[in-house]
């Protein structure tokens, strides 16, 4: 019990003043972008399905070659584009990483 209440406790990325800016921002369904693991591994990720955003603990799930479930922190993709489009969506994660900061301070 103790626990429900200290999750529904937490700070959400949607009650933020500049939340409903943020969710209008498109959330690519393939993505290509550079992952730094916490090792400080940098990898390429090409073309891969994206499944859902955890904005819980603001991760993004995609799916992993062999299908499995992949989590990725939000703070640490860069250079993310759509595959669809080519276009950047990198300012979608900045914003949501900046989010995530002003309602999770340490």
Not at 41 to 53: A, I, N, Q, S, T
Not at 65 to 74: A, S
């Amino acid at each position: 019990m103790d626990e429900l209440i200290k999750a529904l406790r937490q700070p959400a990325l949607m009650n933020h003043p500049d939340w409903p800016a943020v969710a209008d921002m498109e959330m690519p369904a393939r993505l290509s972008c550079y992952y730094t693991n916490e090792k400080g591994e940098e990898f390429y990720w090409d073309d891969v399905p994206v499944l859902k955003l955890d904005l819980h603990r603001l991760l993004l799930v995609v799916e992993g070659r062999h299908g499995d479930p992949l989590r990725m922190d939000v703070h640490r993709i860069s250079s993310a584009k759509n595959t669809a489009t080519g276009a950047s969506c990198q300012d979608l994660f900045h914003e949501l990483a900046r989010l995530w900061r002003d309602t999770h301070p340490e």
